[in-house]
């Protein structure tokens, strides 16, 4: 007997080979390829709600108040909504849209924080209709439309704003948001000029200080940093008579895509728990609430993309080092992150019998036409012409940065939980999709 594969990393215990077919909660991949197509984001329920319970028990244990938000922005389909505010998740949401979605989904607005750069008029004034819990501000001209809208609107605008650390969150650059260099939040010493404002503003109730540092980081240290710098500064305002009930420490938990080992939720939470009691102590004042914002902690390891192998395109001579191609039915359009951020995805095998087949160093591809259409370089696999594969940890960013890129229509989603139907939570667009918000005008060429 051969021994067992041991169980990749990446995957959560949800996902597991029964009989050599990789299964998601006891449905087998290859069943929901049949009958659903590829490409396909497939989500495992239990693993989405093990990644929510090990914050919200871990911050049980500690008898801290503390509210979880899930960040739209990593995966915003409806049903994810719906079930993650059945957990008991709120929301981090950066526009319009996303405050529509969770709404839609039976959200609360009062367990939402409206995030992000360049926040409009229209979707100031539409959070401050739905009565969205705290407004998140990065800019003290934001800050002052915010207070006219809220006196045009005759309310008091809750508010924290976004301070800048300067913290290096040690991830990819494109994805770190805490540095002087980031477009993200304001300086401490602007902050402060703010909440000055803020709070000599009729039409602003200061609710809190937020802070975001980036994704995807797998350590501790900027962490703790950041929450040093955000009690340091809310002792600064403290002297200037400005108090605050929470403390937003933003998102940015990173997950395992190859090899990371990022702190568990547990350790997270230990750690920053710790660190604001006993700063509390020391100051002899209540512990503020703590909220945190994360996208890919919750839902990034649940998904994955399953995609088809549409053709082998191996060189002939291997002596040249040229790369051997495997064209599969997913591509750059479906799930961005090795284009944009030569990301890494897991790439396996449905069908472990497949595995009969030679290994190759594979660059596997998607149909797009560009270069830039990888998914993984240089992968030893077993494929086969009509086999499986899944892009592991894909739930976070992966359906949620999609794209019609090259007039493909965005795959299926479905949503999976052992011992129960599989949930069709997106239909895969058709091509009247594609074109329903066109319309054919004038003719360009001479009438
Ligand atoms: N809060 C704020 C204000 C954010 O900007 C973000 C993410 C989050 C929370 C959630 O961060 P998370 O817990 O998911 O790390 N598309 C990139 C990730 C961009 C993240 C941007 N901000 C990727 O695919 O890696």
Redesign the pocket.
């Given at each position: 007997m051969t021994p067992a594969a041991p169980h990749p990393p990446m995957l959560p215990s949800s996902y597991a080979w029964l009989d050599d077919i990789l299964c998601c909660e006891g449905h087998s991949l290859e069943d929901l390829a049949q009958q659903f197509g590829t490409p396909l984001y497939v989500y495992s329920a239990t693993a989405i709600a093990e990644a929510y319970q090990s914050f919200a028990k871990a911050c049980t244990a500690l008898e801290a108040d503390v509210s979880i938000?899930f960040?739209v922005?990593?995966n915003p389909n409806l049903s994810l909504l719906s079930e993650l505010g059945k957990l008991g998740a709120g929301f981090?949401i950066?526009s319009m849209g996303e405050m529509q979605r969770v709404l839609a989904a039976g959200g609360s607005a009062a367990k939402m924080v409206f995030?992000?750069v360049g926040k409009t008029d229209e979707e100031l004034r539409a959070a401050l209709q739905a009565r969205v819990g705290c407004i998140?501000l990065e800019s003290l001209s934001e800050l002052r439309r915010l207070n006219q809208l809220a006196q045009g609107l005759g309310c008091k605008a809750p508010v924290s704003i976004?301070i800048n650390p300067d913290i290096d969150a040690k991830t990819?650059p494109?994805?770190s948001?805490g540095l002087r260099s980031n477009k993200?939040g304001l300086s401490l010493d602007q902050a402060l000029i703010g909440y000055q404002e803020a709070a000599a503003l009729p039409h602003l109730q200061v609710m809190g200080v937020?802070c975001?540092i980036?994704?995807?980081?797998t350590e501790l240290s900027p962490f703790l940093d950041a929450a040093d710098r955000v009690l340091e500064f809310v002792d600064r305002l403290a002297e200037k008579g400005i108090s605050i009930h929470h403390l937003d420490l933003?998102?940015?938990?990173?997950i395992c895509y190859r090899d990371e080992s990022p702190p568990s939720p547990a350790m997270l939470m230990e750690a920053l728990i710790g660190k604001v009691r006993a700063w509390s102590k020391a100051r002899g004042r209540p512990m503020p609430r703590l909220i945190f914002?994360?996208?890919?902690?919750?839902v990034?390891a649940a998904g994955v993309l399953l995609s088809r192998v549409v053709a082998l395109k191996p060189q002939p001579n291997d002596q040249t080092g040229a790369a051997h191609f495997a064209i599969i039915d997913a591509a750059m359009n479906d799930l961005?992150?090795p284009s944009?951020?030569e990301?890494w995805h897991e790439i396996l095998v449905v069908n472990r019998r497949d595995q009969q087949t030679e290994e190759r160093r594979w660059d596997v591809v998607g149909p797009v036409c560009e270069s830039g259409d990888w998914l993984g370089r240089d992968r030893p696999l077993r494929l086969k012409e009509g086999g499986l594969v899944i892009l592991a940890s894909a739930g976070?960013?992966?359906a949620?940065?999609a794209s019609n890129y090259n007039s493909r229509p965005r795959p299926a989603e479905v949503l999976v939980q052992a011992g129960q139907p599989v949930r069709l939570i997106r239909r895969r667009e058709s091509f009247e999709d594609l074109v329903a918000a066109e319309s054919v005008g004038l003719s360009l060429g001479p009438s």
């Open positions: 938000l960040a922005k990593a981090d950066v995030s992000g998140n976004r990819h494109y994805i948001t993200f937020d975001h980036g994704s995807q980081i933003g998102g940015g938990l990173g914002e994360f996208g890919r902690a919750l990034g961005m992150r944009l951020y990301a976070a960013y992966g949620s940065m």
